[in-house]
């Protein structure tokens, strides 16, 4: 076999794996985005579940930012950068008040964490978002946005080192 022969059999090799990674990603994405939809379907039904038991007339709706006593905004600090922040009302750690996290990968992050059946660790978590070799500056990325996460109450940080879902949290 010549040289030529050997490496147009590797280069289509190359291109058929490459195609296989991409369809798997597909698969992946559209499992993720199934994934969010369930989970966002759990806290509706828990929410009517709730609202049924307590007999409130409307189930609890979803807010568009975590309302946290321990989230604290400084005067004058908001997105637009304009007019001053209004302080967020507490939720009291039993509310049945569903919360999600700001942004699509911090979302993703907490989704992942939540669902899994074991507590995970940060390199596990950056593997399983998409970084296929992370680096140590990207796990470690990955581990601040975690521990972010588990201040405000999203997830719990383990003395391990992993990270779980948070209480209570079916």
Not at 12 to 41: D, F, P, S
Not at 43 to 65: M, N
Request: proline share 7%; no cysteine; hydrophobic share 35%.
């Amino acid at each position: 076999m010549s040289d030529s022969a050997l490496f147009q059999r590797i280069k289509k090799e190359e291109t058929a794996v490459q195609q296989e990674v991409e369809a798997t990603r597909h698969r992946l994405a559209q499992l993720e985005e199934r994934l969010a939809e369930l989970a966002i379907t759990r806290r509706t039904i828990t929410g009517l579940i709730d609202a049924k038991e307590t007999g409130a007339a409307e189930p609890p709706r979803e807010s568009p930012e975590p309302a946290s006593a321990s989230v604290k905004e400084s005067p004058g600090s908001n997105a637009s950068g304009g007019e001053q922040a209004k302080p967020r009302k507490s939720t009291k750690p039993g509310s049945a008040s569903p919360r999600k996290p700001r942004g699509a990968q911090n979302q993703k992050l907490v989704i992942l964490v939540a669902s899994s059946d074991r507590p995970m660790r940060a390199k596990e978590i950056a593997i399983a978002v998409g970084k296929v070799n992370p680096s140590r500056s990207q796990v470690e990325a990955i581990r601040r946005a975690l521990h972010k996460l588990a201040s405000n109450g999203f997830l719990r940080a383990l003395e391990s080192g992993e990270f779980i879902g948070p209480a209570g949290a079916a």
